[in-house]
């Protein structure tokens, strides 16, 4: 659902505002995980988990717009990056709330998604694909139309 809406919210608003507006909702969802207790929690979950997923393609596509001859290279890095870093820190968060507690092991992860709320501030919007503004094919753009 989170990436759906990304899409649909992204058409109207735009892809970097989206991310950006994403992720600063995702913070106070992500601090309502750690810190508050009882059924409130399930919201919170729930809301941290739209947050988290509906910037998720959005990345891909800024990255491939970005890198237009390199779409699978941004594609690659973008869910790449994205999986390693998960899976390195996975194994870190889950020592330290062993070695603490598990409210002690999230609480740093609250910072996480400002980060990325402000990392694309100076990105522009980039413009959109030719394939969306007109064609781009040869034999697409002279071909006769059909009734």
């Known amino acids: 659902m989170g990436t759906v809406a990304g899409g649909a919210l992204a058409a109207r608003y735009g892809r970097i505002p989206v991310v ?3 992720y600063a909702l ?8 750690v810190l508050v207790p009882g059924p ?12 988290l997923y509906v910037p998720f393609s959005l990345h891909v596509t800024l990255g491939q717009d970005y890198l237009p001859r390199r779409v699978g290279t941004a594609s690659g890095v973008t ?16 020592a330290l709330a062993d070695a603490t507690t598990l409210r002690t092991a999230l609480a740093p992860l609250i ?11 100076p990105l522009p919007e980039p413009a959109l694909p030719e394939a969306i503004t007109g064609p781009r094919h040869p034999r697409t753009a002279d ?3 059909r009734a």
């Open 20 to 22: 950006r507006w994403s």
């Open 26 to 33: 995702t913070v106070l969802a992500v601090a309502g995980v």
């Open 40 to 51: 409130a929690l399930y919201l919170c979950l729930v809301l941290a988990s739209a947050g």
């Open 79 to 94: 869910l790449g990056l994205t999986v390693s870093v998960g899976g390195l820190a996975s194994p870190l968060i889950g």
């Open 111 to 121: 910072v996480l998604p400002a980060v990325g709320r402000l990392l694309p501030r």
């Open 143 to 145: 071909a006769p139309e």
